[in-house]
């Protein structure tokens, strides 16, 4: 069954580094999303992309935040100097067009210290 | 106020019991709804989509409400894995419209 893949599973980085995470979309979907979930608290929005550019963010991705598509495969989220508080479990999401269900990634943890 | 309201819980049911979660939305303008679950620290799982007429899938069943822009999600027969977070999600904004997730129900069926 095809699936969404993310790696890595867990990155521990220190504040202020710059970070990748990265994800591999089921190949025919169209629309792909990141979310992320403090430990705790619900999944919240924050990106979603189609057509090689952002559809919409949310107030949570800043100018410290960016995705991109690079090689039509890999959806990448950056975040470019990590805060404390970047610390989430981050969820990479993809759907077809048309769908209504959103499959999503086992997700990458990352923990920053 | 929140945009998708659940109770959190914990549900602590025993097998075979029944038991039914609630959620609330505030934004009329939602167009699709869900129930996903989530296992500890595992991503959300689409369990079902939710209609206003009513939707059964096996032992589950969802019910969406407009007018009172409230959705339930009833479980029958409780078994031992179906212990998990329930997450009401909600979706606006047509095709590539956001989810929009409620805090999560968690539920304990115990044997």
């Known amino acids: 069954e095809p699936e969404v893949t993310q790696t890595p599973s867990h990155q521990v980085t220190q504040m202020g580094q710059e970070v990748i995470l990265r994800c591999v979309p089921i190949?025919?979907?169209?629309?792909f999303y990141w979310y992320r979930q403090i430990l705790g608290q619900k999944v919240e929005f924050l990106v979603s992309?189609?057509?090689?550019?952002?559809?919409?963010k949310s107030e949570i991705f800043d100018d410290q935040f960016s995705v991109e598509r690079p090689d039509g495969s890999n959806f990448t989220l950056k975040i470019r100097s990590t805060k404390l508080e970047d610390s989430a479990m981050y969820f990479c999401a993809s759907k077809v067009r048309g769908g209504t269900e959103a499959f999503f990634g086992q997700g990458t943890r990352l923990t920053v210290v | 106020r929140k945009e998708v309201e659940q109770d959190p819980g914990p549900f602590n049911v025993p097998e075979g019991a029944t038991v039914a979660f609630n959620c609330t939305y505030s934004n009329s303008a939602s167009q699709s709804f869900f129930w996903y679950r989530q296992d500890c620290r595992k991503e959300p799982k689409l369990l079902m989509s939710?209609?206003?007429s009513g939707n059964e899938d096996g032992r589950f069943t969802a019910q969406l409400n407009r007018a009172s822009q409230y959705i339930s999600l009833l479980i029958r027969d409780s078994k031992l894995s179906d212990s998990a977070t329930y997450l009401c999600v909600v979706k606006r904004g047509g095709n590539t419209g956001k989810l929009i997730f409620g805090q999560g129900t968690t539920l304990q069926v115990k044997p």
């Open positions: 939710v209609y206003s």
């Open positions: 992309f189609y057509n090689n550019e952002i559809s919409e």
């Open positions: 190949s025919n979907h169209l629309y």
